[in-house]
């Protein structure tokens, strides 16, 4: 089983990788960027997941 720690270091990691990845995706599409800026959400969540 996962500790605590471990879970949080991979949930983490997991929103890194969203914060990442998410606002590239979005920049592909048009015009898309300008109406959503998604680079927020893995923040909020990993904020509130992480502490």
Do not use: D, E
């Not at 914060?19 to 590239?24: K, N, R």
């Not at 109406?35 to 502490?51: A, R």
Request: proline residues 8%.
């Amino acid at each position: 089983m996962m500790n605590s720690i471990t879970k949080k270091i991979v949930s983490c990691a997991l929103c890194i990788a969203l914060g990442v990845l998410l606002p590239m995706a979005f920049h592909v599409i048009p015009n898309a960027r300008s109406i959503f800026l998604p680079m927020h959400i893995p923040v909020l969540i990993c904020g509130l997941f992480c502490g």
